[in-house]
């Protein structure tokens, strides 16, 4: 049964219209709680790897502590938001918290690094599986007129997270406080784990008391599990994994032509055109092709790819900008960055804002995506000599432009689609945002890399010559700037229907 023609009846939604405001409140909070713990958890953990690797005796294997969260985090994400639309939202989350804090308590009792990597990927699971659903339960719970200003605040709350993440986890590492017996100077770092565990079961305590179960559901789970495009989900995530490996391997050995590699990005070709053969037969494809047929959907997918790759290409380079090459101490680089981040934020909110008061998003997009360019072309002609004025304006244009897109995605995904398959389209965006920014770290290492082997005959890490990486930098940043293009054209094809679409078919 073709899912757009389902009654909207049936669809998945919360009611907000009997609920009592203070419980409405509390169930926002318990879940911005569990975007900051998803937003939060890589970052806070990122300035304490040396320390875990040393403690861990695992210097060689320091990088999986990242990369397996990340691979079962975006692997598992469009599968449940398939199920998530076909079985209720409720269980996927409350089943994804609890698999999130259990990842969470084992991670921090870890006792060898490959224990710790393990149990980073359950952690990651729990993220795919349920925290990554937040924004799909808000858009059940709000109607298209109101899910832009509340789809900000996960910008907000991501914003945020940027800000204080690395500061709070090497800060933990390395000044916690020490109770005898109990935490010591080299188990500080796990409490880096062990802190998502009162956070993230208050949210569930709140959750599991005041979230509403979904009023009726489409069929039996039964039915569901049996026609599920279980092929399709395999592919899906093999696929996923073949290409994120790929990439890893590719960034951090600069070995782009080694046999493993080729082998495993030559794989994820074949998986994934395999999948489009496969999903095109599927009674419930687990990545719905249909959707792509609606332009909107279809637009707003391809910049989020594209804004991924964007976010990516700037923060990579930006530190080799303000230490490198205009050699500022490391406080007045990260005020620099926190301008950056804090302008994220901003962004995100005001496109809340705008989008909430017009009831439309074509204008929001095109000046974000505006303000987003212009920033990138400052950047683009810094040089040693650049005013630090300069750079700080040019970085807040690009935070505010960039954060504009953390609400424009996810609230054109979901005006877009039918609410039947509201888990399912946001899920692919969230998708797409995270393979963007792993292929646009990649990309960016082979032009940075690239570049200056190039101009220099050294690598990037043992370049001392300024000017020389000046000059890659920039370059760095022009497919950047490219990119940023790119997404501002096609902001001009946006469909600018309005932002209060309640109709089964959504947003064609």
Known sequence: MDTATIPSSLAPEYTTHRMPRPILISIMIALLLTAFLEALDNLIVTPALPRIASSLHGFDRYTWVVTAYLLATTAVVPL????????????????????????????????????????????????????????????????????????????????????????????????????????TDATRWRWLFYLNLPIGLLALLILVIFLPAQSARQKSERIVLARLDWLGAALLMTATCSLLLGLNFGSEQHTWTSLLVLTLLVASIVLYTVLLVVERKAAEPVLPLELFRKPIFAIDAFQTFVQGMILIGVFIPLSLLLQDVLALPPTNAGALITALSISLTLGAALAGISISLRKRYQLTAIVGATIMTIGLFLLTRTTQQSSLMLIGFALILVGLGAGSFFTIQIVVAQNAVPQTQLGTGTSVIRYLAQLGMTLGAALMGIVVNGALAGETGTSLANSSAIPALAGVLQNGFLVVLALSVLLLLTSFFLKNAPATQSSPQGVQ
Not at 93 to 119: D, E, K, R, V, Y
Not at 150 to 158: A, D, R, S
Not at 167 to 179: F, V
């Open 80 to 183: 449940a938001g398939k199920l998530s639309d076909q079985l209720g939202r409720k269980l996927f989350l409350f089943s994804g918290i609890a698999i999130f804090l259990l990842g969470s308590g084992l991670a921090g009792a870890s006792q060898t690094m490959n224990q710790l990597i393990l149990f980073r990927a359950i952690q990651g699971l729990g993220t795919g599986i349920g925290i990554g659903l937040v924004a799909a339960v808000i858009g059940d719970l709000f109607p298209p007129e109101q899910r832009a200003s509340k789809q900000g605040l996960i910008g907000i709350v991501f914003g945020i997270s940027q800000l204080c993440g690395p500061t709070l986890g090497g800060w933990i590492t390395d000044h916690g406080p020490l109770l005898s017996g109990f935490v």
